[in-house]
């Protein structure tokens, strides 16, 4: 497959790429073969300046505009994000190393979703009126003016669309930074917005690590970010934004528990488990990492798993039969292999994988420990990899307390036929974004998030426009003012 994989310049500034090689450069690695395909360089401080000027102008004028015309160009966006979406999908595989059996379905069409929600959503963003006896008062939605989007790496192109569309659905302007590592998707979420419409310099991206995305946050004309990361960058983003009172978002890491009671239907709990553990390779924040499955039913759920992971097809992600594609990057796969090392070292039994195949690539063989005991370190960190833990467990409360026995509060999951005890738990259990007898649907019109280390805020859903603006509320007295004297 031919495919220039090289983008016309590193940054997307006021309308159009730009260049500034001064920057730290940037390797653009495919993740299959390790070999370089592109290369960017990081922002400069004059780059950054063009970013946050040309923001705050067209921030402007476009929360001038009516709302339906600010969503017609959102929709319009997401219809060409459709139209393109195997080129999208072959670029988001390139830059993630996702299969594109994956790709083709899961980022620029998840994407389009938002863009096509939150352009719904634009022509009916009001406040309301709030009558006060002879004297009334009324809220106005206003924009928070500049917002920063700073990504991770395992959903490029997704990230930058479900932080952009409420954003500018709301009358802001946004700066996005996606992740050093996966440089290359959210330019073309930018080349978009412009074609269909949308002024220049209202949504800019820029390219860096850690530096630029401080740089960003630090400006005082920024008046909001919004992070997809690690537990311990979100302490850091969210203290500096603290120090200026800005808003945030924070959707950070989790290490989420998935309950198979003794009624589940087996296989739809194991097939719960392989999507929660082995889609993109297990790089996914929500994943149901911590597999707690009845003493009952371990046997027959571990049998039915062994029998499905013979369907595994690793290798080539560009080839559409492949369904386990590569880890991101090397130090990546490094992390796994040092969690599967952990997991033997502690006493946890390996039921399957446990390899990093010795081909070009960063791969890693879906991984499957049973008798995990809360303890190990396997089942506290979050491994951000295809290695799932099965713990048994014997009792309901039991379980609760131990699924709850983590500092993060991503998702949770349940499988049950059982109706009343489905609800009862998910009650119980301390987390976001939850599932019952499923596990890892993000539709755009529900609220995705975390509680506890793993986040502030909502993305996607009506929650989302809470977070990218804020009511103004006018008194207005209809008679005299009275006054002391
Ligand atoms: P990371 O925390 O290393 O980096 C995230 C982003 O923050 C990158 O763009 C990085 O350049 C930037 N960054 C790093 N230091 C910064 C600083 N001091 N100031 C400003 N920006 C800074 O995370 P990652 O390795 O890219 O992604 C993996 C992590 O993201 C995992 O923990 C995963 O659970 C989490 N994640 C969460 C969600 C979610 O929605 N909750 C989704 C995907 C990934």
Same mark, same amino acid.
């Given at each position: ?67 339906? $015309? ?18 999208? =999908? ?189 889609? =993109? ?47 991101? =990057? ?135 426009? $809470? ?19």
């Amino acid at each position: 497959m031919s495919y220039d994989t090289q983008p016309k310049a590193s940054h997307f500034v006021d309308g159009a790429y730009l260049e500034d090689t001064a920057g730290e450069r940037i390797p653009v690695i495919y993740p299959a073969t390790g070999a370089e395909i592109g290369v960017v360089y990081a922002a400069t401080p004059a780059v950054i300046e063009k970013a946050i000027t040309s923001g705050l102008r067209a921030q402007a004028e476009w929360a001038g505009m009516m709302g339906v $015309e600010r969503g017609r160009v959102l929709r319009r966006a997401a219809d060409i994000l459709r139209e393109r979406n195997r080129d999208l =999908s072959v670029l988001e595989t390139y830059d993630t190393g996702k299969p594109l059996q994956e790709t083709l379905v899961a980022d620029a069409t998840s994407a389009a979703d938002a863009l096509e929600y939150f352009g719904g959503l634009a022509g009916s963003l009001t406040g309301e009126h709030v009558p006060l006896g002879a004297d009334w008062g009324y809220t106005v939605r206003e924009p928070l003016g500049l917002c920063v989007g700073i990504g991770a790496w395992n959903y490029p192109t997704q990230i930058a669309c479900w932080k952009g569309a409420p954003a500018l659905a709301c009358g802001n302007a946004m700066i996005f930074k996606p992740s050093e590592t996966t440089p290359l998707c959210a330019l073309k979420v930018a080349e978009i917005l412009i074609e269909a419409g949308a002024p220049a310099g209202l949504y800019n991206v820029i390219q860096g690590a850690g530096a630029v995305g401080g740089a960003l946050i630090t400006d005082p004309r920024v008046n909001k970010v919004s992070l997809t990361g690690s537990v311990p960058t979100g302490q850091k983003v969210y203290a500096t934004a603290a120090a200026q009172m800005k808003h945030v978002t924070m959707e950070l890491g989790g290490k989420s528990p998935l309950i198979v009671f003794e009624d589940a239907d087996i296989d739809n709990a194991v097939g719960g488990a392989i999507n929660g553990n082995f889609y =993109s390779s297990g790089q996914v924040c929500s994943n149901g990492t911590r597999v707690f499955v009845h003493e009952a039913v371990k046997d027959a759920f571990l049998a039915r798993l062994s029998e499905r992971l013979k369907g595994v097809v690793m290798g080539d992600p560009m080839d559409e039969a492949v369904n386990i594609g590569p880890m991101v =990057s090397d130090r990546q796969r490094e992390i796994v292999m040092g969690y599967i090392a952990k997991g033997l070292e502690e006493g946890a039994t390996l039921v399957s994988g446990g390899t990093a195949p010795k081909q070009d690539g960063f791969y890693v063989e879906p991984t499957v420990f049973s008798d995990v005991t809360d303890e190990m370190t396997i089942a506290r960190e979050e491994i951000f990899g295809p290695v799932m833990s099965v713990l048994p467990f014997c009792d309901e409360d039991e379980v609760i307390t131990r699924a709850n026995a983590t500092e993060f509060g991503l998702s949770a999951g349940v499988f049950t036929r059982d109706l009343t005890r489905a609800h009862r738990v998910i009650g119980k259990l301390r987390a976001g974004s939850c599932f019952i007898n499923s596990y890892n649907d993000a539709p755009v019109e529900l609220p995705f998030g975390g509680v506890k280390a793993s986040g502030v805020g909502r993305e996607n859903s009506k929650a989302a426009i $809470e977070h990218y603006s804020q009511l103004k509320s006018v008194f207005v007295r209809m008679g005299d003012v009275e006054a002391p004297f």
